[in-house]
């Protein structure tokens, strides 16, 4: 009997055999074999498993097609059915001497979307258990998107069915994603492997349990600003907000810890260092020291069997050589013994070891990577290994999470990272919940957040961790401020100064208005300690350090030092301030009070170089040091790149403290006469910046509009100017910018930087475009942006977190500004709560010419809300909703609403799930339009019959340029009979 014939007689029984479970995975396991014998193509495939159809007919038509095949395919169906199904089941089949072998193929195929075809049974096999690190895997390098995901892991399938629909959609995205999904199985294999082979030594695993709990134990309590309350970690952590340095589309809502040693965002998978990067005080350290504890506790992590904390800080006291073994197990955790055998176990599996270093930016040495070292076992200066780790020549395959501000990261530090990923401090939900986990009593949490949305100059300022935190710890003081609550971050650090030198007081006993006049002896030996340890790099103080300044055990118990318990023993003991900005802070109160200072202070501390490049030299501080010994030491020191930053956030401090306001305050403390020539040091030094800056403007291109992008420390200078709260400053530096465009994207705006743009920029005499793209506004920062929004006639800010209420402060504003003419809000948060604004606006100001909302989440109801708007409006000419979800019904009110528009120029709704309904409505604007040149319809789900319509509409207008259709869902043959017709269409 021929094989043909075998499976012809038996066709009841294999269909019995393959549907009668009501289950469809012996059919689907026949497929996968068919499939890779290539028995069947991929064609016939699809034709089989159609989505809905019954499992019958679908096993039927199996059957069919193999018959048709003839003899050696019905030979693999029988082999096939052989090998899938249950010896019970398959007892009353025949498969006598017909089988033919399934030999498996070669496993490397000429492309991997056919080892997808060719591997498929095994594949899924191994692919069930790690559907999820699959797909992130996948989402991580931009070939699927989270709503892909969601497909593939509908709840109704079985996890063999996930994973053949996950392999299905890996080879319609083509060779790039089917290579790294067989890269990720053939990993997850190996690490399976090694994990049943891995078995740690006996005294390994001691280590790690001794390890972990003293991780535990430092993680704990709050370590930041001293920890000073002694609050447990769990009660007050609030997440920060991440982001990825660089766009990553498949990453939807907000980063959490996990992502930061996860793939998504990975822009190097050669480099196994992730940098976290963030201002002072956005919560650097306190995110590490949370990762910390969550692995200590096995919450998190769990891949890394040990995890090595390391502060650059302390590092930089470290004046030994050492050899990694010596800096792992000395300046973390001691082994009680074997300590050979732990490192070689750490040697021998480096992918399961993590190292983070907190303040790489504190570091006495920039980055370099010219003293190269391999071996583990050589000793070599502290930092020169810790570079070396950095860029991967010392523990190769070692994890290692690195934080730092972000001046003090140069190109030459990021070729070797394996992402970047940026701290941006609270949102404003995060200060709400801080502040309540500051405060055991609710009554006095809800009245400071009472007082900071009456103050929104404040709360932008409380973004930042470090001043949140100081305004709950001045809670008392800030409710009693009334008018006078702090606005800049002067006022906010004069709060705290006031505040622990109140509790220095006895009971009852209040301080009078000569408040610093009775601790100027405190405020200047702690200021000369502080001031020198910036000149230095120096953080962390010895006993010799605080008697040469002359700081007693009186100043200490002031609270603004704590001891540093990793650098202090029973014979010595060494102090750090609460937080780099509080050391900052007294640098700059020694440097407006002391007598000691050189008079080129003030010039050296303004006059910073470009701070994009590799950092100021040590000797900045040189020449105004006092002991000779210090100058000495500095000039002998190597650039270092932490300098920069923190002369800044000194230099800010100076000039807040030198404002009008607070003159009263040093009244008797300092001569008039004084104070007055370094109030005027400051100012000409800040004219002097600022006219460096207006300077390198080049000339515009002829026919082009004159424009500015900020150079490194243009927004620190406009930030010392709203410091100084001078608007006569302002208004001088204002007048000698003549630009049409500015341009300040990628300059770390937050609220905090907004509220001083805003002081400044108001006193512009013309108006200019403003462009604050890929910052963090928010929007408590739109609100801080409001005082200069006369002065703005074109406003950019894509990617800055703004919300549906932000736009309703906005446009509330913008209306009532004669200049303001165009706005463009692409890749932030809004929804369809925010056109009803957008509307009022359109339909108010019929000078309005460009509205830009690509990429948020609009639909068409949204649509139909702004297409009131543009009915009574007659000057807009672009408007992009690009990346929204509109759809048709949104795209026929669009249509309706400007098909008599004679102004509109450019019109984008690419990405919107447009169907031919809706092409069919646009053809309407294009057959009455005088002035439309460009309409952009690409990647939506036109066919045919929409694109006829165009056609037909283009007919009647020559004026349209161009109709771009690119990826929609017309063949190649369509595409190529409709280009020939019309030129116009862009496919």
């Known amino acids: 009997m021929f094989v043909q014939e075998l499976v012809l007689k038996q066709r009841a029984e294999i269909l019995h055999a393959l549907c009668s479970s009501g289950s469809a ?62 010896e019970e089941q398959g007892t009353g089949l025949s498969f006598s001497g017909w089988c033919s072998n399934l030999e498996e193929k070669e496993e490397y195929q000429s492309s991997s979307t056919q080892t997808l075809v060719t591997q498929r049974p095994s594949l899924v096999s191994k692919l069930q258990g790690c559907i999820d690190g699959a797909l992130k895997t996948l ?18 399938h079985t996890p063999s069915q996930q994973a053949r629909r996950l392999l299905d959609h890996v080879r319609s995205k083509g060779e790039s994603a089917a290579k790294l999904l067989l890269q990720y199985i053939q990993q997850e294999q190996e690490s399976a492997l090694n994990q049943e082979k891995l078995t740690p030594p006996k005294e390994f ?56 040693v996860g793939t998504a965002g990975m822009v190097n998978e050669e480099a196994d260092t992730v940098l976290v990067s963030g201002e002072a005080g956005s919560g650097k350290s306190t995110i590490l020291q949370r990762l910390h504890l969550l692995w200590a506790r096995g919450a998190a992590l769990q891949d890394f069997l040990l995890l090595f904390p390391f502060s650059c800080r302390r590092l930089n006291s470290e004046q030994r050589e050492l050899s990694v073994q010596e800096l792992l197990f000395q300046h973390c955790c001691w082994p009680d013994r074997e300590q050979e055998e732990i490192f070689q176990f750490i040697l021998d599996h480096p992918h399961l070891i993590l190292f983070t270093f907190d303040g790489l930016d504190e570091l006495k040495q ?15 200066p502290v930092h020169i290994l810790l570079f070396n780790l950095i860029q991967g020549s010392l523990m190769k395959g070692v994890q290692k999470v690195v934080t730092s501000r972000p001046e003090a990261v140069g190109p030459l530090l990021k070729k070797h990272l394996r992402k970047e990923v940026l701290l941006k ?42 001043l949140c935190w100081i305004v709950s710890q001045c809670h008392t003081e800030l409710l009693g401020c009334g008018e006078g609550s702090p606005q800049t971050i002067t006022d906010v650090y004069l709060m705290i100064l006031q505040h622990f030198l109140q509790h220095q007081r006895p009971l009852k006993s209040s301080m009078g208005l000569n408040w610093i006049q009775e601790h100027l002896n405190t405020i200047l030996h702690l200021g000369q300690l502080a001031f020198e340890g910036i000149g230095t790099t120096c953080y962390i103080f010895s006993g010799t350090d605080l008697e040469t300044c002359g700081v007693t055990e009186k100043d200490i118990c002031m609270g603004f030092l704590i001891q540093s318990k990793d650098m202090s023993s029973t014979h010595s003991k060494h102090y750090e301030f609460l937080h780099v900005t509080v050391q900052c802070f007294f640098a700059a109160l020694y440097i407006v009070l002391s007598n000691n200072t050189d008079r080129a202070t003030m010039a050296k501390l303004f006059e910073l170089k470009d701070i994009s490049g590799t950092g100021l030299s040590s000797t900045c501080f040189g020449v105004c040091m006092p002991s000779t010994a210090q100058q000495e030491q500095v000039l002998e020191g190597e650039p270092t790149a932490a300098e920069t930053p923190n002369l800044q956030i000194t230099a800010t401090f ?7 306001r607070h003159r009263s305050l040093w009244l008797h403390c300092c001569p008039n006469a004084v104070m007055d020539k370094r109030v005027r040091q400051v100012v000409r030094c800040l004219s002097k910046g600022m006219q460096k800056h207006f300077k390198s403007i080049p000339q515009p291109v002829e026919g082009e509009k004159k424009s500015m992008h900020a150079m490194p420390g243009f927004v620190w200078l406009i930030k010392c100017i709203y410091e100084m709260q001078e608007s006569r400053i302002a208004k001088d530096a204002m007048s000698k910018l003549e630009v049409d465009h500015l341009k300040l994207t990628y300059c770390n705006i937050g609220p905090v930087e907004c509220t001083a743009l805003a002081y400044v920029l108001q006193h512009l005499r013309n108006p200019v475009g403003l462009q604050l793209d890929f910052n963090s506004v928010g929007d408590v920062g739109v609100e801080q942006l409001l005082p200069c929004m006369h002065i703005c006639n074109s406003l950019y800010l894509r990617n800055n977190n703004i919300t549906d209420e932000g736009i309703r ?17 692409f890749n932030n948060k809004l929804t369809d709560a925010c056109t009803q604004h957008f509307s009022h606006l359109l339909k108010t100001k019929q000078d309005f010419l460009a509205l830009r909302l690509g990429n948020n989440n609009i639909t068409e109801e949204g649509a139909k809300q702004l297409a009131e708007g543009l009915k009574c ?53 294009i057959k009455n339009s005088t002035s439309l040149e460009e309409l952009w319809l690409t990647e939506n789900c036109i066919t045919r019959t929409g694109v006829e319509c165009l056609i037909q509409a283009l007919e009647h207008n020559t004026h349209v340029k161009s109709i771009w259709l690119r990826n929609n869902d017309l063949s190649l043959e369509e595409i190529e009979e409709m280009s020939q017709r019309e030129s116009r269409l862009i496919f």
């Open 25 to 86: 995975e012996h059919l689907e396991r026949v497929l996968d074999i068919l499939l890779a014998q290539e028995a069947l193509v991929w064609e016939d495939y699809q034709n089989i498993q159609v989505p809905g159809r019954a499992l019958y007919t679908n096993a039927r038509q199996l059957l069919d097609l193999v018959y048709t095949k003839g003899v050696d395919s019905c030979g693999l169906l029988l082999a096939a059915l052989k090998q899938v199904l249950p």
């Open 139 to 156: 989402v991580g390098s931009g070939h699927f998107t989270s709503a892909e995901c969601d497909e593939v892991r509908l709840p109704i």
């Open 205 to 260: 695993l001691k280590y790690q349990k001794k390890l972990s709990s003293s991780v535990s134990a430092q993680s704990c309590f709050l370590s930041t600003y001293g920890g000073t309350s002694h609050m447990s970690l769990d009660d007050i952590y609030t997440e920060g907000q991440l982001e990825l340095a660089q766009e990553c589309v498949d990453v939807h809502g907000p980063l959490g810890l996990e992502h930061i």
């Open 366 to 380: 920039s980055f370099s990577d010219e003293h190269r070292l391999c071996c583990p076992t050589q000793r070599a």
């Open 425 to 466: 401090g609270f949102s404003p939900s995060g200060i709400d919940c801080f502040v309540r986990k500051h405060h055991s009593d609710s009554t006095v949490a809800a009245k400071v957040l009472e007082s900071l949305q009456t103050n929104t100059a404040l709360l932008g300022l409380c973004h930042s961790p470090v």
């Open 654 to 660: 100076v000039s807040g403290l030198l404002s009008q």
């Open 809 to 825: 402060k906005l446009i509330a504003k913008g209306i009532q500004c004669d200049n303001f003419r165009k706005i463009a809000l």
């Open 873 to 925: 409006n007659h000057s807009l000419q672009y408007l992009g909703l690009w990346g929204n979800k509109i759809g048709d019904a949104g795209a026929e009110a669009l249509a309706r609403a400007l098909e008599s528009s004679q102004s509109l120029v450019w019109l984008s709704l690419v990405g919107n799930g447009v169907g031919s309904t809706g092409a069919c409505a646009l053809a309407n604007i």
